[in-house]
């Protein structure tokens, strides 16, 4: 599946890759972050039982979180990826220009809204939720 998220940028929630059956499940239940090491877990979908293990820079597992930042007018920062901004982003004449715009707006605003400060896409450092390389001599 992939999120189209500059289309749904109007209205992010109702993203079909947010539905519970066709998509990768909805927002999390956040009255029960208490239960999860203080990450809320998904509330539907099929990563319910994913239990990534990092959390910012130690190991912390946890059912899978989202944090979606809802405030009614610009649910999960939608006007940071919106067609406007993309416009903006896609005006940059140099890969550094446009590689600083992509990332300090639309990508920052995909990872803010959709983990906030306790949901996993809401850390660089747990986004990727990948294993640490574990050395094959346990001298190193």
């Known amino acids: 599946m992939y999120w189209g998220w500059v289309t749904d940028s109007p209205n992010p929630t109702k993203a079909a890759v947010f539905d519970p059956v066709l998509g990768f499940g909805s927002n999390s239940k956040i009255e029960e972050a208490s239960s999860n090491n ?16 990092y959390w910012n820079n130690w190991t912390e597992p946890h059912y899978l979180s989202r944090h979606w930042q809802l405030d009614g007018f610009n649910d999960l920062y939608s006007k940071g990826y919106s067609s406007e901004v993309i416009s903006v982003v896609n005006a940059e004449t140099s890969y550094d220009a446009f590689r600083n715009a992509l990332e300090s ?23 990727p939720n990948g294993k640490p390389k574990i050395p094959t001599d346990p001298s190193t």
């Not at 203080?38 to 293990?53: A, E, I, M, N, V």
């Not at 707006?105 to 986004?127: K, L, R, W, Y």
């Open 38 to 53: 203080g990450h809320p877990p998904l509330r539907d979908g099929p990563f319910t039982s994913l239990r990534p293990t």
């Open 105 to 127: 707006g639309p990508h920052t605003s995909v990872h803010g809204g959709d983990g906030g400060p306790i949901g996993d896409m809401g850390s660089q450092n747990a986004s």
